[in-house]
């Protein structure tokens, strides 16, 4: 038996418990709260969180492309991105908790020399997995920036329309207002 | 042999879990992204507003008076007398928690300090050690605590985390109004001189020149002309707006946001095209005012007096005029404080007639008391009684979701009128999940004077509740264009849209009307009022 049907058999109770390590990465109420509200809408992060591990999971199961396992880290970390309660680290940092739950899931298996080198290209993975999670969150760190950076540039673009000192330009854009 | 710390044990080094402490003992940290800047000692002179000074609030100096514990008392005191609400709130609060997750920047941030009973609770608990037996007797036992610094400091980041946006009050049993118990927080901070800035500068401003932006009448005039040269540009109708005009029949007031930020241009563009059509086939005759020449009201967000000072100016402007009522364009809190204040505040408006739309002979009977009735009720009369001629194929490019601007939907109930309007004037309209909209809307995340350039980290993480509604409309209907009632909405949203849901962009209602309507003598339109190709005319364009 290979490591992914190992791992297939017990993908619930992995994804729950990889939840439920990023849920205890939020003070305690918010924990409850993301963890007790199935509905979407209500609760977004939770089930943004949820559906982005499972989909996590299965990818690296799957050993799938790194544009999938973006795809699938995106929503995710954009959310931690501007959760301000953590740092770079603590918003990634999640990625890691997977390994000890994997290797807590077989831990009563007795690995043959197969499944021992899936473990270790699988948690290979989860390595590159982390590196991805830090192109995302910095990815989503620069929308900030530049969200803030045309705010101030429209601001002052403005000021020096109505002061009258912006050639007149129908197609001038703020954004690109560069002179 | 390298001293270097080896992966792991770099890792366990990373301590990513938050202290379970209890609220009282997790201390407040300001932090970048989510604070505001404080309040210029300019614009609070400007005001004549206690304490003006330089300060930072990640400086460890606030720079308060020395008797601000007493100010405080005094103040939470004289509030308690003279507002039963806030007294009944402060008191009937079981921390049952029907609102703990009810509030966007709880949803949003996961700092459990923004659920609205704990917030409430910032208040409650010095409110009870100064104003409770129980709570002198017993202390933090009975959830009581004294003021001190850091609390001080607590209620400030906190209620500035809150958009007073009422929709914790829509599942609270005993009908508690969060955002009231955050109004009477901020006019305490205000005695202190603890303001942000993008409050007390647009107060100011407003208080000076009538509008946010301190925008001069002429400059006011020259940007509405701006748009006469547009509109005639793509509809070949030269329309001439009455300014300040005496006698006339009705007088307009809407936010400056849909005069000088876009995409409220277009909005203020549909506005124009509206009034000229009615004058033109009714003989309707609108006046703007460039005295009267902001509608959104900042000073709601400072104290009870300030929203009044900068109110007065609407009942003065239609008194100045002669206008029979008054008609509001798309606003948010502009309606909270016309609605639920602006009668008992600066009225009774007894030299305005009972608003009766005098196309359709219409009473609007809500708006008996203030005299002033809300565009899109004005706007979905006129089609109800096809006083209008549309054409929605105009608006087929736009795949429409509609988002209800908190105060109009839960301050005031307007909730079918915008609907009514968009049905007649778009032709592909989405609706978002019901827990998200009507009573239940979320809120742009940047409401209450909190849509500044510093905190946007707390504006996109408070604005996720919304953004992720209409991801979902987004994905499943392929909506592409966000619509609404408030300036502040249209300011915020297209930012909000970039970060969560890009290819999805912002309109107010009365663009879609701006589009749709066909003027008397217009040429054949072949782009929209943003100079975008109409469906089927994009070789038309091109020539």
Redo the contacts between chains.
Sequence with gaps: MRLEQLLNEHTEQIVTKWFNALA???????AQ??KS?P???????GN?ARQSLRALFAELLAANDHKSLTASLDPLI??RA?????TP??AT??V?ELKPIVRQCIAETSLSPEVTADLKAFETRVDELLLLAFDVFVN?RE??YQ??AS??KS?FY?AFA?AGLVREDPDADPDSASS | MSDLPKANQLYHTIEHRTPATDWMDTPTVIRKGIYCYAANPKSLEALSAPNPREWNPVEEDWKLPDNWQEIIHKGFKERLEKFRSFKVFMDICVRCGACADKCHYFIGTGDPKNMPVLRAELLRSVYRNDFTMAGKIMGRVAGARPMTLEVLKEWWSYLFQCSECRRCSVFCPYGIDTAEITIMGRELLNLLGLNIDWIATPVANCYRTGNHLGIQPHAFKDMLDFFVDDIEEITGVRMAPNFNKKGADILFITPSGDVFADPGTYTAMGYLILFHYLKEKYGLEVTWSTYASEGGNFGFFTSHETMKRLNSKMYAEAKRLGVKWILGGECGHMWRVIHQYMDTMNGPADFLEEPVNPITGTRFENAKSTKMVHITEFTADLIKHNKLELDPGRNDNVVLTFHDSCNPARGMGLLEEPRYVIRNTCRHFYEMPANTIRENTFCCGSGSGLNAGEDMELRLTGGLPRANAVKYVHEKHGVNMLGCVCAIDRAVFPDLMRYWVPGVDVTGVHELVGNALILPGEKERTTNLRGEDLPGMEDEADE
């Design positions: 205890g990465t939020y003070p305690l109420n918010t709260f993301l509200i509905d979407t809408f209500a609760n977004p992060v943004i954009r959310v501007v959760q301000t309660m953590f680290s603590q940092a999640f890691l989503c929308t900030v969200i803030k705010q101030e601001r403005r109505r």
